[in-house]
């Protein structure tokens, strides 16, 4: 049903920027050993966060009403609430381009408890570990931690690293492109460090090769001195900083086959990662994070990077990417060779999302796992082999064994039943009723998979399971069963198996619609949605080949009062009107959320995609800042609708809808849905919803002058709740019930007054009631 209110959202097209030549990166100028890697491109952000148009989305009035306590919670101008937020952190002023840190190494000291003291170097070639950590707190006091024998307050003192002295330095390079405010605070520190006076021994200007160059040096004074350096270019408009003489030379004059932005691990790695415009990006190499897990592991798990494929790694990184229509997170690992370890079981899910060229367009969401069952068990085989050897035998005979028991051949037929996706078709929601849903898996062995679902059945209800099965026919299929769930307060859903597929949905006649038309027409199905194609071209770059696993919500197929819902905007008592109005022009423009876990013989990366960021952390954050809802305009002089929660009354009107809302249907349904649409009615006997769907069904049934005043109500409680509805579902029916009761100039003219309340933009649903009453009232 259309809704009431209409939101607009514009998000313009960001094109991807081109890649930054090597030598102008940051990157050019760090070290090529660098173990960790961070960026910041300030410009890249501004620009992207621009080109996604939320400044005019926020600006159009009935979206700004729609969002106005956020804005009010975060203090924003309601003149200009976007650009007023992005003001609060005027990172340009701070930053005019992009700023980079690498760390080379590192330096650790500490005075243990014993009155020793302890230091280590941290290097590419000596990373830290997890021990070498035990070792600067002294092993004494390790020791004694595990077995308990001191105070709490005197285990507590030995650790007070201010009172022993514990000091960390720093091997490493920064390159940044200042903006005026801080280089007026740089300026003003080298003038007068205040409080850091204490540990600065000396600053002056250095001439190194024909430079000036500022040079820092800081000593601590703690039982035994610390000495660090930092080597400053602060001309210019990129400034340049290294920890010691050697890295500043390089950084300064880089050699750019020896440097990190031409270091085949980095690039694998940003290629990976970094899409568009990409205003943030870290790396880190294998080795550092290898360590530390080790050293805290015990000796019989000492290799737990081997087991775990880790140790095949050459780094990692993490991105967050602006592009088209949105922005994208990716987090991202990069094999060193062929995949080992817990990673050999990604061979198992071959990628490719297949259901997507099949399933409608305008489905709410899509979940989708590729896989390959017999693969998966065989290298699940062979990770227990490398943990303990000797134990995949053991295993596949004790799984063989237990298949066999259950009267199934486990590696012959039972792993080669299913294969290769399964998925879930979430639609959207129609009215006050629970959205349409499918789960869809692939069959490669039909006997086989019959047989498994037969004895799965079989073996639920022989366990006492809550369940109960009858079997039905399907249009399709080769077996059906009708699974009734005892107290859930869904109708039962229909389980069905093809010769290529095994579905379970809501409803028989979706699942038929399954089996035997999703697909026929190419330019209806979820891939060629404009929603899908953006989205996939945010997150992956178009493709979805090398994706195992995706979820995809489609923004557009849900009603924005069901999105402000979701994200705590409006109260839950208003849950079931939330669900009724199809969505509006904001939602259509809004576009698509994914998640994807992809994978290649390179490496694999989790990637999200979505208009405003991960699972639109700004409302999130909204929704976890306290009671913050839409407003709702007090009405003294009208009824107030109290709409309680979601609750069985939904299973009954859902059930009573489906029922009577078509002509046509035989008298036995009728009766059936008048029954459901009056048990929901008695549930929730002011909800609005409930009383239109009673009244249809007394309409279908021929009760024309009780579904009138039915109606009539419908019509009244919905004028005075306000949130968005479809008017013209009360209004045709009252116009037909009139002309059945021999009331025909008030048919004729209730019937004229809809013709303001349908149009191209209704839904399907209306659009039918729309032609029935046209066909009935103007037929003489």
């Not at 992005?86 to 500490?110: D, T």
């Not at 699942?511 to 953006?534: K, M, Q, Y």
């Not at 994200?567 to 839950?572: E, Q, V």
């Not at 100039?745 to 007054?753: F, G, N, S, T």
Request: with cysteine; aromatic share 8%.
């Amino acid at each position: 049903m259309p809704s009431r209110a209409r939101l607009f959202l514009s998000l313009a097209v960001v094109l991807p920027a081109a890649a930054l030549p090597a030598q102008d990166s940051p990157a050019a100028h760090m070290p090529s050993d660098s173990f960790f890697y961070a960026e910041l491109d300030p410009n890249a952000l501004d620009a992207g966060i621009h080109q996604l148009d939320l400044v005019r989305l926020a600006e159009d009035p009935e979206f700004y009403d729609f969002l106005q306590p956020l804005f009010a919670t975060l203090e924003a101008d309601p003149a200009r609430p976007v650009d007023s937020l992005l003001e609060r952190v005027p990172v340009g002023e701070w930053l005019a381009g992009p700023a980079a840190v690498a760390i080379r190494g590192a330096h650790l000291w500490m005075q243990r408890p014993d009155g020793g003291e302890t230091r280590i170097a941290v290097s590419p070639d000596d990373p830290l570990s997890a021990r070498d950590l035990f070792d600067l707190g002294g092993l004494a006091a390790a020791h004694e931690l595990d077995q308990r024998t001191l105070p709490p307050e005197e285990l507590a003192a030995r650790w007070d690293f201010d009172r022993l002295g514990c000091e960390f330095g720093i091997d490493g390079v920064a390159v940044l492109e200042p903006g005026p405010a801080l280089r007026e605070l740089v300026q003003a520190f080298l003038a007068d460090p205040g409080d850091l006076a204490a540990a600065i021994h000396d600053i002056h200007d250095d001439d190194i090769d024909g430079r000036r160059v500022t040079h820092v040096s800081f000593e601590f004074e703690r039982d035994g001195a610390l000495a660090s350096d930092l080597y400053a270019d602060l001309n210019g408009p990129r400034w340049i900083l290294a920890t010691n003489l050697e890295l500043f030379r390089a950084a300064v004059e880089p050699d750019p086959d020896d440097s990190l932005a031409t270091d085949p691990a980095w690039l694998r790695v940003r290629e990976r990662v970094a899409a568009g415009r990409t205003p943030f990006f870290v790396f880190s190499r294998d080795y550092g994070e290898l360590s530390l897990l080790r050293g805290f592991l015990p000796p019989i798990l000492a290799e737990a990077g081997d087991i775990l494929g880790c140790g095949g790694t050459v780094g990692s990184g993490v991105a967050l990417s602006l592009t088209e229509g949105g922005i994208r997170e990716s987090i991202g690992v990069v094999l060193d060779g062929e995949r080992r370890g817990l990673m050999r079981l990604l061979d198992a899910f071959p990628g490719g999302i297949d259901l997507a060229e099949a399933a409608p367009a305008g489905v709410a969401g899509l979940v989708s796992l590729k896989f390959d069952p017999a693969l998966l068990h065989t290298r699940l085989l062979e990770v227990a082999d490398e943990i303990l050897p000797g134990t995949a035998a053991s295993l596949r005979r004790l799984l063989a064994d237990a298949a066999a028991e259950a009267g199934f051949d486990l590696e012959g037929r039972l792993l080669r039943a299913f294969g290769d996706e399964i998925a879930w078709v979430q639609f959207p929601p129609v009215g006050p009723v629970v959205p349409d849903w499918l789960l869809s898996i692939e069959v490669r062995d039909t006997a086989a998979a019959r047989a498994l679902v037969e004895r799965l059945l079989a073996d639920a209800v022989e366990h006492g399971a809550p369940i109960h099965t009858q079997p039905t026919e399907v249009e399709g299929a080769a077996a059906a069963w009708r699974i009734a769930i005892e107290e859930a307060p869904i109708l039962p859903p229909t389980l069905a198996l093809a010769e290529d597929r095994l579905v379970l949905a809501a409803r028989a006649d979706l699942a038929a619609d399954a089996l035997n038309r999703w697909g026929e027409d190419p330019g209806a199905t979820v891939a060629a949605s404009e929603n899908w194609g953006r989205t996939l071209r945010g997150l992956t770059g178009g493709g979805a080949d090398d994706v195992i696993l995706l979820a995809y919500a489609d923004l557009g197929a849900i009603a924005p009062p069901v999105l402000a819902l979701t994200l705590g905007l409006i109260p839950p008592e208003f849950a079931d009107a939330a669900a009724a109005p199809e969505p509006a022009a904001f939602g259509e423009r809004l576009g698509g959320a994914a998640v994807a876990l992809r994978s290649s013989p390179d490496g694999f990366s989790l990637d999200t995609f979505s208009p405003f960021g991960v699972l639109l952390p700004s409302f999130l954050a909204l929704a976890a800042s306290g009671e913050v809802h839409l407003p709702i305009e007090e009405r003294p002089d009208e009824e107030e609708v109290v709409l309680a929660p979601w609750s069985e009354a939904n299973t009954w009107n859902q059930e009573a809808w489906y029922s009577v809302r078509y002509a046509g249907a035989p008298a036995e349904q009728y009766a059936r849905g008048l029954a459901a649409a009056k048990r929901a009615v008695e549930l929730q006997p002011d909800n609005p919803w409930y009383l239109n769907t009673l009244g249809v069904a007394l309409y279908r049934n021929g009760h024309y002058e009780e579904a009138l005043a039915t109606l009539t109500r419908s019509d009244e409680l919905n004028h005075a709740n306000g949130i968005g509805y479809d008017p013209a579902g009360d209004a045709l029916f009252q116009a037909m019930c009139l002309w059945q009761l021999g009331r025909q100039e008030e048919a004729r003219q209730r019937l004229a007054e809809c013709e303001d309340l349908v149009g191209p933009d209704s839904d399907e649903e209306t659009l039918t009631f729309w032609e029935e009453a046209k066909g009935l009232i103007q037929a003489d």
